[in-house]
């Protein structure tokens, strides 16, 4: 999370009583400076290597949806979930089941239908990752007290930006269609 002072962003200090608006504006701010200081190439590299395991940043997104699903999910699940295509998932799975970090596991009678799982190795790494990044973040947050990081935590947990970030926040909109292959799923990609 590398910055020069270019690309702080101005923050209101809490007495000023910021109206809303320039509140929003200030996040707003605040969240594009990390959203391209976290997708920077050093940044994913610096933390692949702690974990010892070269893996891009779509095998570790694939990795932490699989690592917090209570079972092992389809590639049209998957694909859902990261709001991505299923060719998209397939390559990448493909990959991680290269590397052992990922495998495949058949479904009863129906052999053309797989589930996708994380192995050990994939857990392992996936672990050391994010106890890299919590370092690098318990380093950054040095001096800033648990409650307002959990403040922080709640307003960004409402931004759920996956799938459908700059959609229209309909009352409609919610998980996909029931899977009939397999009860209680969900595979809009097929």
Request: aromatic content about 2%; overall charge positive.
């Amino acid at each position: 999370m590398e910055s020069t002072p270019a690309s702080q962003p101005s923050r209101p200090s809490r007495a000023s009583g910021a109206p809303r608006a320039e509140a929003v504006s200030a996040l707003q701010s605040v969240l594009s400076v990390l959203a391209y200081n976290l997708t920077r190439p050093q940044m994913h590299e610096r933390l692949v290597a702690a974990a010892g395991m070269p893996v891009d940043r779509a095998g570790l997104a694939l990795l932490r949806v699989l690592a917090e699903a209570p079972e092992p999910l389809r590639v049209g699940e998957l694909a859902y979930k990261l709001g991505v295509r299923h060719p998209h998932v397939t390559r990448q799975v493909g990959r991680l089941a290269q590397q052992g970090l990922v495998e495949r596991v058949a479904t009863g009678d129906d052999r053309r239908v797989q589930l996708i799982a994380p192995t050990r190795r994939g857990l392992d790494t996936l672990r050391r990752v994010a106890q890299a990044t919590e370092a690098r973040l318990a380093e950054r947050l040095v001096g800033v007290d648990a409650e307002t990081i959990m403040a922080a935590v709640e307003v960004l947990s409402r931004l759920d930006v996956n799938p459908g970030w700059g959609q229209d926040a309909s009352p409609q909109a919610g998980p996909p269609p029931p899977d009939p292959q397999r009860p209680g799923g969900t595979d809009p990609a097929g």
